[in-house]
């Protein structure tokens, strides 16, 4: 039987942070003509164009930088990772590989490649959710984890 943590079920505060995410990719598309996908803008670092470095380095400074803003107007949830560092690290260049083999990340896809009505945006994030579904099962139900 699943049991569901009603606590944890925010629904107006995700509904909030998606049309937030929303606003912030289209506007960052249409402003800037280019898609916020994480893992491209930090790709992007690793061999920069001139002139391109700037809005790249203030774009991952605003990811770092939001949580810090954050607590000065309430504090951070609680964050509980169950998993140690060898699980973490594996887990971290398993979504680094396929980031570079899905050519792209989820916000990428998911997020931008979605709105923009791509087929292959439309195949990958249908490929990351069912690697996650299978990954959980898997973990939860098979490894008893």
Same mark, same amino acid.
């Not at 998606?18 to 916020?36: E, K, W």
């Not at 939001?66 to 951070?76: D, F, G, I, K, S």
């Given at each position: 039987m &699943?049991?569901?943590?009603?606590?944890n079920?925010?629904p107006?505060?995700a509904?909030?942070?998606?049309?937030?995410?929303?606003?912030?990719?289209?506007?960052?598309?249409?402003?800037?003509g280019?898609?916020?996908?994480?893992?491209?803008?930090?790709?992007?670092l690793?061999s920069?164009a001139?002139?391109?470095?700037?809005?790249?380095?203030?774009f991952?400074?605003?990811? &770092?930088?939001?949580?810090?803003?954050?607590?000065?107007?309430?504090?951070?949830?609680p964050?509980?990772i169950?998993a140690g560092?060898?699980?973490?690290i594996?887990?971290?260049?398993?979504?680094?590989?396929?980031?570079?083999?899905?050519s792209?990340?989820?916000s990428?896809?998911?997020?931008?490649g979605?709105?923009?009505?791509?087929l292959?945006?439309?195949a990958a994030t249908?490929?990351?959710?069912?690697?996650?579904f299978?990954?959980?099962?898997v973990?939860?139900?098979?490894?008893?984890?």
């Amino acid at each position: 039987m &699943i049991e569901i943590a009603w606590s944890n079920f925010t629904p107006w505060s995700a509904l909030a942070g998606g049309i937030l995410v929303g606003i912030a990719a289209a506007s960052f598309l249409l402003l800037n003509g280019r898609i916020a996908g994480i893992s491209g803008i930090l790709g992007g670092l690793l061999s920069p164009a001139k002139g391109d470095i700037a809005w790249r380095v203030a774009f991952l400074a605003g990811l &770092i930088g939001a949580p810090a803003v954050w607590v000065l107007a309430t504090e951070l949830p609680p964050i509980e990772i169950e998993a140690g560092y060898p699980a973490l690290i594996v887990a971290g260049l398993l979504v680094g590989i396929g980031t570079r083999y899905g050519s792209g990340c989820t916000s990428g896809h998911g997020v931008c490649g979605l709105s923009r009505l791509s087929l292959r945006s439309l195949a990958a994030t249908m490929s990351f959710m069912a690697a996650g579904f299978v990954t959980v099962y898997v973990i939860r139900h098979l490894m008893g984890v």
